[in-house]
């Protein structure tokens, strides 16, 4: 006597196995709540958004310093004047990753593998984007991301050696370019870079070592291109090309290799220190007290925020080249982040007993503030 077994799952949704099957429908819907609400930081950190409509290639215009007072005789009128513009041209892509899970494995594994699998993928993303925010802020060369500037068809990691004519001739052939620098040498040859103050781009050419360039060699003498170098003077020569430009330097961002540079600094200081009592009473401690205990380690753990030098923060990413470290004013956002569509995940049918989802997301990143950021190589 042949007596019925019941299946794992039926095609009546019924069995042993239907409760994990639903679980499989109902961890699609959470992942799509859960990237709608995701919050990438990198974004947050280095970039201003923008919404559009529209897709392709986006253009955005910036009023520059254009107009001056004038002295007017009595009756007479001032001569009429206008706004310059400058345009910067941010390329959207669409970026997405399938994620596939067998049935088989659904039905054998301990854990929820469709879970392990959206989670892995939503890591891969925060990956993803991290890497490319890095790559275009330090001017890496990288085929894939097409960061860096185009030299005879191979995409080569932005230097020194760079003029900002070199840089501003990659803008205008976009395709060369397309993820913008920050300026180059004899700055007063670029089109982004007007006078500030009482600086004129003459001064700014005999700036710094580099001939105002904001690309330089770090004055470390360890001599090697392939060892994190960082002296103090790097970091007031950056301090002065950006504050030169009307903006303050007020953030460092380094590699764990400058971190263990940064340690055998006299001037490096804990972030946060508990600095008593304030007025009326109140207590100002920053955050947590002290250094080297558990809730120091687990703040610089959730912030990466390690330290202090010159007043400006000092912050630890492993994204971060061991070959340069940079200087910013994160209070004015050197990239422009322009989303058309947010990630979504959708659910896909890959195959016979394949669960699967495809995640998708369409974004365009550009260095549009050109002297926000100063990058610091090893020689």
């Known amino acids: 006597m042949v007596t019925a077994k019941e299946g794992i799952l039926t095609s009546q949704n019924v069995g042993s196995g239907s409760t994990q099957a639903n679980r499989v429908l109902v961890d699609y819907k959470d992942a799509l709540q859960d990237y709608r609400v995701t919050e990438l930081p990198v974004i947050s950190m280095f970039a201003e958004n923008f919404a559009t409509e529209t897709g392709g290639d986006i253009d955005i215009t910036f009023a520059k310093q254009s107009m001056v007072m004038e002295q007017i005789e009595e009756g007479t009128t001032p001569k009429f004047q206008h706004t310059d513009m400058r345009n910067e041209r941010v390329s959207v892509k669409e970026w997405g990753i399938a994620v596939g899970v067998t049935r088989r494995m659904i039905e054998d594994s301990r854990f929820s593998e469709v879970e392990l699998a959206l989670n892995e993928a939503r890591r891969a993303v925060d990956r993803h984007v991290t890497q490319h925010f890095i790559k275009a802020l330090f001017g890496i060369g990288d085929a894939t991301f097409g960061t860096g500037v185009n030299v005879s068809g191979t995409q080569t990691t932005i230097g020194e050696g760079q003029t900002s004519a070199d840089l501003e001739t990659a803008l205008v052939s976009f395709s060369n370019n397309p993820h913008g620098a920050f300026i180059g040498k004899t700055p007063g040859s670029g089109d982004r870079l007007v006078d500030y103050g009482l600086y004129s781009t003459t001064e700014y050419n005999a700036m710094g070592?580099?001939?105002?360039?904001?690309?330089?060699?770090?004055?470390?003498?360890?001599?090697?291109?392939?060892?994190?170098?960082?002296?103090?003077?790097?970091?007031?020569?950056?301090?002065e090309l950006i504050a030169s430009k009307g903006l303050n330097a007020d953030t460092i961002l380094i590699s764990p290799s400058h971190y263990k540079v940064l340690l055998d600094l006299a001037d490096f200081t804990a972030p946060f220190t508990a600095s008593g009592t304030g007025v009326g009473g109140s207590s100002t401690t920053q955050g947590f007290a002290g250094k080297g205990g558990l809730e120091y380690v687990d703040e610089v753990a959730k912030t990466g925020?390690?330290?202090q030098l010159y007043g400006m923060n000092v912050f630890v990413n492993a994204y971060v080249p061991m070959t340069a470290f940079g200087v910013f004013d994160m209070s004015v956002?050197?990239?422009?982040?322009?989303?058309?569509?947010?990630?979504?995940?959708?659910?896909?049918n890959p195959g016979f007993g394949i669960v699967g989802s495809y995640m998708s997301m369409r974004y365009g990143l550009k260095i549009i503030r050109p002297e926000a950021g100063v990058i610091v190589t090893s020689a």
Not at 225 to 236: F, P, Q, Y
Not at 333 to 348: C, L
């Open 209 to 239: 070592g580099n001939s105002g360039s904001h690309y330089f060699d770090s004055e470390s003498a360890q001599g090697s291109s392939s060892t994190a170098e960082l002296a103090l003077g790097d970091l007031t020569q950056a301090m």
């Open 305 to 307: 925020l390690v330290g």
């Open 333 to 348: 956002k050197p990239i422009a982040y322009v989303e058309r569509r947010g990630m979504t995940v959708e659910e896909a």
